[in-house]
């Protein structure tokens, strides 16, 4: 009986390096929405547990130090695509939702690197970045000559800018899903279209009232008001409680669909940005209201993923990476009572960060971020090595043997060692975008002077506007509480020149 075991075992190992079972594993990389530093079990939220998070941390690699590009979302993915920073491009802001492609069609992309490596693709979810040729409206009603297929995605399951935009509409490559060639969808940003109600003018319609000011109250669809106007479409549009579900049942389909070949999934997910609408079995499950059900609601997506692999046989050659594209926000448009929420509960959205969405404070862009391939990356393991998610594109071009272009991706750096946890070094140097630029060295971070509120009056969250140069020692203050400028002198002419010499390479 021993010696077939035995005989089996050996031929296994042998095996192993032989068919190079880590060579090609299929990637998915879970992007969550304004998901903060804080609000997960893993990192340190007691508030509210997120068990399958938690299993991705557990079986894999939690890093510290981890970032996301810029504190808003547009800039940030244009930045994974691209391995460019977003500053570095006009038009990369948030993008209104009838906004047109800003990633280049003929660079080297995240999902191209993919695709040249013989990988099938496939984006899931938010999409963010624009849709159709410069300069042209977008016909809604044709299919859209320019998106995800463009730039590197074979496959494209997807909604074109943020649920609180219109159209509020999801996309298959082309295509918007559903639609009524009778009831054309238009769609205008600067002034009304159509009859239908907006939330301004009947506040009564609304189920999820707008916060003052945020201006969420235009078009209602679904019993909420949006950012732009729509017409038409009636019977494509989305119930937002179920976008959590049709997403991951898209991104299981694309995975039971290609768990011969190695693929890459982006898998963008919702949740959590507003509207926070969590289907009816996560509502008033976290006890954190709304923002805190919709955690529950991201959680349970990522745990729907990690059993689908396990099913498919395709677990241990799947490496998995989690983050979110900015830091945390709690006010962002609506009255979902999030603010009070969190101060009953005693949630920190932040954990010990400052600042949050929008800011040049960590909590812009210091974000959780995972990785899990068993075999490869110790379980359990935490690392505080600096990483950015710009670094995505390099590192696997560099894990494919691909050379990029010198003209393309020029901040993207090969982390790969980094990335799974097998070198603690990570980046020297990292360039973080909130409403200004900070430059991080070491220890130090330098955010550059610039006027402005001190305090984002709509959202409440510190913006980091200084008229003073701003020099923090993270290694004793990942609060960001004391600015100690004015001791180092030195350091920050340093940095500011260091600042102003990458703006110009
Ligand atoms: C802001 C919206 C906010 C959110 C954000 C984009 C207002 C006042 N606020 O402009 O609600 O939609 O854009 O979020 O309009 S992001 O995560 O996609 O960057
Ligand atoms: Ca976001």
Wanted: glycine share 10%; with cysteine; aromatic share 8%.
């Amino acid at each position: 009986m021993l010696k077939p075991l035995l005989f089996s075992a050996l031929l296994g190992l042998a095996l192993q390096p032989a068919f190079g079972q880590n060579s090609r594993p299929n990637v998915i990389f879970i992007y969550a929405d304004d998901l903060g530093y804080g609000d997960l079990s893993c990192y340190g939220a007691t508030k509210i547990k997120t068990p399958n998070v938690d299993r991705l941390a557990a079986e894999g690699l939690r890093l510290t130090n981890g970032h996301s590009t810029s504190a808003t979302c547009t800039p940030s993915r244009y930045s994974l695509m691209t391995g460019e920073y977003a500053w570095r491009k006009k038009g990369t802001g948030v993008l209104p939702g009838d906004a047109q492609l800003i990633v280049p069609t003929d660079k080297t992309t995240l999902p191209g690197v993919f695709k040249k490596a013989g990988y099938v693709t496939g984006a899931v979810g938010k999409w963010h970045l624009g849709l159709g040729d410069p300069g042209t409206k977008i016909n809604w009603n044709k299919s859209i000559p320019k998106g995800p297929n463009d730039v590197g995605f074979d496959y494209a399951y997807y909604f074109p800018a943020t649920s609180d935009r219109v159209p509020t509409v999801f996309i298959e490559n082309r295509d918007v899903v559903g639609l009524d060639p009778n009831d054309p969808i238009e769609v205008d940003y600067q002034k009304p279209i159509g009859s239908e109600p907006t939330g301004k003018d009947h506040p009564e319609l609304l189920k999820l009232p707008a916060s003052p000011d945020h201006g969420h109250n235009n078009t209602i669809v679904n019993g909420i008001g949006r950012i732009g106007y729509m017409t038409g479409g009636k019977q494509a549009r989305w119930t937002d409680e179920e976008i959590a579900h049709v997403f991951v049942d898209k991104a299981e389909a694309f995975l039971e669909q290609h768990k011969q070949k190695p693929f890459f999934l982006y898998f963008s997910l919702n949740d959590i940005h507003v509207p926070r609408m969590p289907s009816t079995e996560f509502k008033g499950k976290s006890g954190l209201g709304l923002r805190g059900d919709v955690i529950l609601q991201l959680d349970w997506t990522v745990g729907r993923i990690m059993d689908k692999l396990k099913s498919l046989g395709i677990d241990k050659n799947t490496l998995i990476l989690f983050s979110s594209d900015n830091g945390p926000v709690l006010d962002d448009g609506y009255a979902d009572h999030a603010v009070a929420a969190a101060q009953a509960a005693g949630h920190k959205q932040l954990g010990p960060l400052r600042g949050g969405k929008y800011s040049a404070f960590e909590g812009g862009t210091r974000v959780p971020f995972l990785v899990r391939w068993p075999g490869v990356v110790k379980a359990g393991s935490v690392s505080d090595a600096l990483v950015c998610q710009i670094d995505f594109l390099s590192s696997f071009a560099h894990f494919f043997k691909q050379p990029v272009p010198d003209a393309d991706a020029p901040d993207s750096q090969n982390q790969w060692d980094a990335l799974l946890g097998k070198s603690v070094k990570g980046r020297s140097v990292l360039v973080q975008q909130g409403g200004s630029l900070s430059v991080v060295k070491g220890n130090w971070k330098y955010v550059e002077p610039r006027e402005g509120p001190k305090v984002l009056k709509l959202t409440d969250i510190e913006s980091g506007y200084d008229g003073q140069a701003q020099l923090y020692d993270l290694s004793k203050d990942i609060g960001e509480q004391t600015n100690v400028a004015a001791q180092h002198p030195d350091l920050v002419k340093e940095l500011a020149g260091l600042l102003d010499k990458i703006r110009k390479d």
